[in-house]
């Protein structure tokens, strides 16, 4: 099973979650700060961690800013950050700042579950052999996983790549919000369109060469997202 960073300041929260995960059969290291997480993260411990679950709400460096460095420090590991309200704002902010996707707390066991078994399922290779995708000077190999832009590497954060690779699979279809939270998420029975479009704003700043006037991604107002140009 997979090894997890718990980064939570509440030590009843963190106990209660940690039992939950040991249960289920996963390694678990624990932090109660940013400061703590990013310290063992860049130690030997470090090298052993496949997942982090993120608290926002954390005393001195907050949880925005430590995704922002554990992203900075590592484009590929998944983390899910736990947020104590839906705030609209905080999600949005903290999946701008690099998360893969969020839960709210107060978490049950079963949804802490299925989110950490769909965040390491999108860090695991695709099996999927569809051609090679080549687009004015975006290349995407499928076979080696990889992502470059005018012959430079992009590396792209396992859900980022995940979505790309759906997107690209059939250029010109316009794909829904919810056909790629099912795709690429594992649950859009939440309907929760922020973790698409969240995901396609950290794409574009990545592979377009203007951000705000993409070739890649086209918006499909009122329906969806389409890969390649109009």
């Known amino acids: 099973m997979a090894h997890v960073l718990l980064i939570e300041d509440d030590v009843s929260v963190r106990d209660g979650m940690e039992l939950v995960l040991r249960r289920h059969g996963y390694g678990v290291d624990t932090a109660a700060t940013g400061e703590e997480a990013l310290a063992l993260l860049a130690g030997k411990q470090g090298a052993r961690v ?124 316009v794909l829904s919000r919810e056909q790629l939270l099912e795709s690429v998420w594992d649950h859009s029975f939440l309907g929760d369109s922020r973790l698409v479009d969240a995901a396609v704003g950290r794409l574009r700043a990545k592979i377009e060469h203007v951000p705000s006037k993409p070739r890649f991604i086209q918006t499909v107002r009122g329906f969806g997202y389409r890969f390649g140009p109009l």
């Open 50 to 173: 496949e997942l982090a679950v993120l608290d926002l709400m954390l005393p001195g460096m907050d949880g925005f800013e430590v995704c922002r460095r554990i992203r900075a420090r590592s484009a590929t590991l998944p983390v899910i950050m736990l947020t104590a309200r839906g705030d609209d704002a905080d999600i949005v902010t903290g999946l701008e700042a690099g998360a893969d996707d969020y839960v709210v707390k107060p978490v049950t066991a079963p949804v802490l579950k299925a989110r950490i078994r769909a965040a390491l399922r999108r860090a695991e290779p695709s099996a999927r052999q569809e051609p090679d995708t080549a687009l004015a000077g975006l290349v995407i190999d499928r076979a080696g996983l990889t992502v470059t832009r005018n012959g430079v590497p992009v590396p792209l954060p396992p859900t980022e790549l995940r979505l790309l690779l759906e997107l690209s699979a059939s250029p010109g279809r």
